[in-house]
């Protein structure tokens, strides 16, 4: 059996991005076969695509990717489940986080990401969740300790995370401000934030108001402007920030790090952890009403190009998903 699938065979811009037909993957044991539905696009996928930054290429491949494979987000049906495979059956709605998820099938380990899919929601609201709300729900829950009273500020409010994060600290009890452009003042507004920035008009760095935890999406203010936004043994949790060419933002999480010690704040760096426990908890409160997925566009599998593209430029609303 055939699917198609996106592959990349070398790295560049979203030219480099084809739709191709290639063999569809057979579970192995303790393995399901999921039948993709809808499939959401993230930051990893173009810098995946671009080989960026180049440190990165020293586990993705030097001169050329390893793995062909793009896309890691996906809502679907399972097919097929392998020998040793629990807790699935064939026709189960589910979502998780698989590489390789930019195609119509994809095998994942029974006991990996994975998990019964929000009820209520369609395969692109479900699709949009996994790495975006994992990346919110362990930033604000676990990094920064969000609880109720809370002053809870997140930059780059309108985006993937952004959008997620708004509506978790919300959920937590927190008082939440929201820095986004003009164009999406009211949808931050809409998805409950109490105060919401328009940085086109106000610097949040200079406002004078102190927050117990500040989730920077963007990266767009020096370490010491974000300093002065944080209320004595606030938070400051980064998600962000391009650095230069050859190591990212690696040198400015380092500074961070170094300085936070005697600024009396904390600084804390995480890598998002994809884990069935977590998908879970984002299914109930999802479930709950807590939680909505905000999609900005929606493209065919066979434009997965334009879509990256759309995302690499910065500016996109809320999730991109492919609808397959």
Not at 236 to 248: A, E, I, M, T, Y
Not at 285 to 295: D, K, R
Request: aromatic content about 8%; overall charge neutral.
């Amino acid at each position: 059996m055939t699917m198609q699938a996106i592959r990349y065979r070398a790295y560049g811009p979203p030219e480099v991005v084809e739709l191709h037909e290639v063999p569809a993957p057979v579970p192995g044991e303790g393995e399901v076969l999921v039948r993709v539905r809808a499939a959401a696009v993230n930051p990893g996928d173009w810098h995946f695509m671009r080989g960026s930054p180049y440190a990165f290429r020293a586990v993705a491949g030097l001169t050329r990717p390893k793995a062909p494979e793009l896309g890691n987000d996906f809502a679907g049906d399972v097919e097929a489940v392998g020998k040793g495979a629990g807790g699935f059956q064939p026709g189960d709605r589910v979502y998780g986080c698989r590489r390789g998820a930019f195609a119509e099938y994809v095998t994942v380990p029974s006991d990996g990401p994975l998990s019964a899919m929000p009820g209520g929601l369609a395969y692109e609201e479900a699709a949009a969740i996994p790495t975006s709300g994992l990346t919110a729900l362990q930033a604000l829950r676990d990094k920064g300790g969000v609880r109720e009273g809370h002053r809870v500020l997140v930059n780059g409010a309108s985006g993937g995370i952004g959008t997620f994060a708004v509506r978790l600290a919300k959920a937590y009890g927190a008082e939440v401000t929201g820095v986004c452009s003009t164009r999406n003042v009211e949808l931050v507004r809409s998805l409950g934030a109490d105060h919401v920035i328009d940085y086109t008009r106000q610097d949040f760095t200079t406002s004078g108001r102190r927050y117990d935890l500040v989730l920077d999406n963007v990266g767009n203010h020096s370490l010491r402007a974000l300093r002065r936004v944080l209320a004595p043994g606030g938070t400051l949790v980064p998600n962000s920030g391009d650095g230069d060419r050859w190591f990212g933002p690696i040198g400015r999480l380092i500074v961070g790090h170094l300085t936070s010690r005697f600024a009396g704040h904390r600084f804390a760096t995480f890598l998002t952890s994809e884990n069935a426990a977590d998908l879970a908890t984002l299914r109930e409160l999802a479930e709950s009403g807590a939680l909505t997925p905000v999609i900005g566009r929606t493209y065919p599998l066979r434009e997965a190009a334009a879509a990256i593209a759309h995302l690499e430029g910065g500016h996109a609303r809320g999730k991109i998903v492919l609808l397959l």
